[in-house]
């Protein structure tokens, strides 16, 4: 029968997965990096798919195709519960999301050790990790100067007790591996977050203007990369203190690749 169904230009699919989590038949696979449709009776035609494409990959066209059959879709997505059953959730949720501070003790700050043992050496080769981890070793590394979990932008509850009397730093998450320093130079003595508006795709302007509105912050620290699409961290925290409607001290630093501080 001649129909209306999804066409998939694999030129502009970039991947991402977003409309096979968006088809709620299943009619869309990724293989190699790319999305696919499976079978044309799997597809209902109505399209689910097209506003989650964020490369404009999905059209629909009307072709020879098979009837969408929905025993079929639901005989294949019964087969797949079965086959992936879903982990049992835990009691208490994700812990990774747990809200907590972290104290960090005067005596302990700069002087902490990192908690990695040594690897056991191989009895066949004794001498296989001469020289591993040196630093880690025969010296002590400065201690981290994180001061709470989570540390993601999209994580941390916009209400948590450690935002108050916070001075916060609102940081790209390249920051960090691009200066070494990063901890003793922007980290001490300041609440944390991270976020990359190219790979996280959303604007964080809202979740900002929560945290800095409902919490009693008493300055912001923005540190970013100098590619330009860094700059999205950097209007994101500038539209949260106008949003706000609070005036406070603040600050941005942008980092080259290398790690230099080019703007201060």
């Known amino acids: 029968m001649k129909r209306k169904i999804i066409k998939i230009d694999a030129a502009k699919c970039n991947g991402c997965g977003l409309c096979a989590q968006a088809c709620h038949e299943d009619a869309i696979v990724m293989v190699d990096g790319k999305a696919k449709l499976l079978k044309d009776d799997y597809c209902d035609g109505l399209g689910d798919c097209l506003p989650a494409c964020p490369a404009g990959a999905i059209t629909f066209e009307e072709r020879e195709a098979a009837a969408y059959d929905e025993a079929a879709v639901k005989a294949r997505q019964s087969r797949k519960a079965a086959e992936n059953p879903p982990e049992e959730p835990l009691a208490c949720g994700c812990p990774g999301t747990h809200s907590r501070s972290l104290e960090r003790s005067q005596e302990s700050a700069g002087s902490a050790g990192s908690g990695i043992?040594?690897?056991?050496?191989?009895?066949?080769?004794?001498?296989?990790?001469?020289?591993?981890?040196?630093?880690?070793?025969?010296?002590?590394?400065?201690?981290?100067?994180?001061?709470?979990?989570?540390?993601?932008?999209?994580l941390v509850p916009a209400k948590a007790p450690y935002f108050n009397n916070a001075h916060l730093l609102v940081a790209a998450d390249c920051a960090a591996y691009a200066s070494g320093a990063f901890h003793g130079l922007?980290?001490?003595?300041?609440?944390?977050?991270?976020?990359?508006?190219?790979?996280?795709?959303?604007?964080?302007?809202?979740?900002?203007?929560?945290?800095?509105?409902?919490?009693?912050?008493?300055?912001?620290?923005?540190?970013?990369?100098?590619?330009?699409?860094?700059?999205?961290?950097?209007?994101?925290?500038?539209?949260?203190?106008?949003?706000?409607?609070k005036f406070l001290q603040w600050k941005v630093y942008i980092l080259s690749t290398k790690g230099k501080i080019l703007e201060d």
Not at 118 to 139: L, R, T, W
Not at 190 to 211: A, F, M, Q
Not at 222 to 231: A, H, I, S
């Open 117 to 154: 043992e040594p690897p056991a050496a191989c009895p066949a080769h004794p001498a296989a990790h001469h020289g591993a981890f040196p630093a880690v070793y025969h010296a002590v590394p400065p201690a981290s100067e994180l001061r709470q979990w989570p540390v993601q932008i999209k």
């Open 186 to 245: 922007f980290m001490k003595n300041k609440i944390t977050i991270i976020g990359c508006p190219k790979l996280d795709n959303i604007d964080y302007t809202e979740k900002l203007t929560e945290i800095i509105a409902n919490n009693n912050i008493k300055s912001v620290t923005v540190v970013r990369m100098e590619v330009p699409c860094c700059g999205g961290i950097e209007h994101a925290v500038v539209s949260a203190l106008k949003n706000s409607g």
